[in-house]
């Protein structure tokens, strides 16, 4: 261990690099009420916070596009205990240079575990959410509320040579789940199989 740095979460979760600042999604997890709702910004050549802000509450997915613009998608908060306590999701565009939100879209509902991902042409974004999947473009100045694919999935990531989507299904969560994938183009199924148990997630190298 080289060195430690303490962001101002509970639980700071993915991050991505632009030049010499890294930017850590802070998400509590499925704790009702202790959600995070903030992003922390980190230089690289010193280990130093530069700066945490606001965003929305639990984010769980962070993505850059082709302009070098940052995405986060962030859970809400649903309590079934009590849904008054219910938070809707949102869709957070960051602007690096500034370092501030630049525009915020709210999600229909909350959902514990929204997952995203970008293109190869990285101008359009394949989000997780209540009912399946839906695609937006990063110019669009509005949600598109109608799934692409109608089921529901527990990871998804776009194989970035071949633009190909690879998304999880944790089947019953005890034996072994499926991976499926997809046609970007037409999103028709491709092919599936088997895996470990409770698969959500992929690296591209």
């Not at 993505?63 to 995405?71: A, E, F, Y």
């Not at 809707?88 to 929204?114: D, E």
């Not at 799934?147 to 969560?173: A, H, L, M, N, Q």
Request: proline share 5%.
């Amino acid at each position: 261990i080289i060195s430690t740095i303490v962001t101002p979460s509970k639980s700071p979760d993915k991050m991505v690099k632009i030049g010499a600042n890294v930017f850590v999604i802070n998400n509590a997890g499925f704790v009702t009420g202790a959600g995070d709702s903030t992003i922390t910004v980190i230089n690289s050549d010193n280990n130093t916070v530069v700066k945490t802000f606001d965003i929305g509450v639990n984010p769980s997915d962070i993505v850059v596009d082709k302009n070098g613009k940052i995405w986060v998608i962030c859970d809400g908060v649903s309590d079934w205990a009590n849904p008054a306590n219910n938070k809707n999701g949102k869709l957070v565009c960051i602007n690096p240079a500034t370092l501030a939100v630049q525009n915020t879209y709210t999600m229909p509902s909350s959902y514990y575990n929204s997952k995203m991902a970008i293109n190869k042409a990285k101008d359009k974004l394949l989000i997780i959410y209540t009912g399946g999947i839906y695609e937006f473009d990063i110019n669009a100045n509005k949600l598109n509320e109608t799934p692409i694919i109608k089921r529901t999935f527990y990871g998804i990531g776009i194989d970035p040579v071949e633009d190909i989507v690879y998304t999880c299904d944790p089947k019953d969560y005890k034996s072994q789940g499926n991976i499926i994938r997809f046609n970007y183009t037409n999103k028709t199924a491709i092919d599936s199989f088997k895996v470990g148990t409770i698969p959500a997630g992929f690296w591209f190298n």
